[in-house]
């Protein structure tokens, strides 16, 4: 099996489902019910054993807003799967830190960052941040400089100084000068 | 010399009295001006003494945070040899502690676990601040970050670069040691003792 026919199969056993092959690589884009199901599927019957990478983006504006990036690869590493879903700001999405356990923590970091909920997670507490803390800092909203927050005894955060920025980099600005980080 | 003379016109058991006084004012006269001693007294203030002995045995508390960390170990190893300037005893205990090290970024979740080890270190006790990040927050401008230590504890001595390297942190160890020089301890120890 390769690549190709792992999105085919996919594509075919599940209704609605997208695919997308840019430059060898192959992304399915599955409906969020669907979104358990093609895991199992994949683990179970298409011998993804590994999963080398879960991520989210926040497409903001867009609904649903968000989108779930799981990167599914064979031991042997002949076979690489990008599995996306897009879910709504509201929806919770099934783990699959069952089916592979390095979702667990990949999971808890999403939900730290971002703020999706992924039901029947065994422990979704925050990763990176601590408990008690408010905000989801990868979301769009949240403003780079952070925000204030004090707990008592545990952590507090403050603004940071810009001083003139974000700064933004300007890929293919032409020019090096333009292209480097500045407030724009 | 005038009681040696007096002996000889004297005799019997009043010369034998006589004698012996003499022979331990000698030995009296002899142990206030001893020449084994002489060159090895100084004098000096009890300030100065105790700026001496502080700023020569620093004591590091390491808090080893990011890369400055690295050039921390590179300053503590055989080329750069912190022990030169009596600071190469890293304690990982902060009770053992003269001045702490801060090497690296300081997130806020670490923040507070960094001010505990401070509040454990005892008076008297120094704080370099190591690099942009300990600084200032460095490139840091971020809502993970806390834009300098010295918003939680008194900073002592700041070194710029990113990370330093280990001459600039020996630079700031011997600046430490010039303002620990000028202190007035023995009004600090006062003032302490009436306190507590």
């Known amino acids: 099996m390769n690549t190709n026919q792992a999105a085919q199969t996919i594509s075919e056993k599940f209704e609605g489902t997208t695919v997308l092959e840019f430059r060898g690589e192959h992304t399915v884009t599955v409906a969020p019910a669907d979104f358990r199901l093609v895991m199992e599927y994949c683990k179970n019957e298409l011998d993804f054993d590994m999963l080398l990478d879960a991520s989210s983006v926040d497409n903001s504006g867009d609904d649903p807003r968000f989108a779930l990036v799981y990167e599914l690869a064979t031991l042997d590493d002949s076979v690489h799967l990008r599995v996306k879903t897009h879910i709504a700001e509201s929806e919770e999405v099934p783990t699959v830190s069952d089916l592979w356990a390095t979702a667990d923590w990949h999971e808890r970091e999403i939900w730290d960052m971002m703020g999706i909920k992924f039901s029947g997670h065994p422990d979704l507490r925050r990763i990176l941040m601590w408990e008690g803390y408010t905000y989801h800092p990868l979301r769009k909203e949240f403003p780079l400089a952070g925000k204030p927050s004090e707990m008592p005894d545990v952590a507090f955060t403050g603004e940071a100084p810009l001083e003139g920025g974000p700064f933004v980099t300007s890929a293919g600005a032409g020019s090096r000068v333009k292209a480097e980080p500045r407030a724009k | ?196």
């Open chain 2, 1 to 196: 010399m005038t009681t040696s003379k007096a002996s000889l016109s004297v005799s019997g058991d009043a010369a034998e009295d006589l004698n012996a006084a003499a022979a331990v004012r000698s030995e009296l006269a002899h142990a206030a001006y001893d020449s084994k001693i002489e060159g090895n007294v100084i004098i000096t203030r009890v300030d100065a003494a105790i700026n001496w002995m502080r700023k020569n045995s620093l004591w590091p508390m390491p808090m080893g945070l990011a890369c400055c960390a690295i050039e921390l170990m590179a300053t503590a190893s055989s080329r750069f040899d912190i022990s030169r300037f009596g600071s190469e005893v890293m304690r990982f205990s902060p009770r053992q502690s003269d001045v702490m090290i801060v090497a690296g970024t300081v997130t806020y979740k670490m923040a507070l676990a960094v001010k505990r080890v401070w509040d454990q270190m005892p008076e008297p006790k120094w704080c370099i601040a190591m690099g942009a990040c300990a600084s200032s927050g460095g490139m840091y401008r971020s809502y993970a970050v806390l834009q300098g230590i010295d918003q939680l504890l008194p900073v002592d001595v700041y070194i710029s670069g990113c990370p330093p390297r280990p001459e600039a942190l020996i630079e700031g160890l011997m600046k430490l040691q010039e303002k620990i020089d000028g202190e007035e301890s023995t009004v600090d120890l006062k003032s302490e003792s009436l306190v507590s």
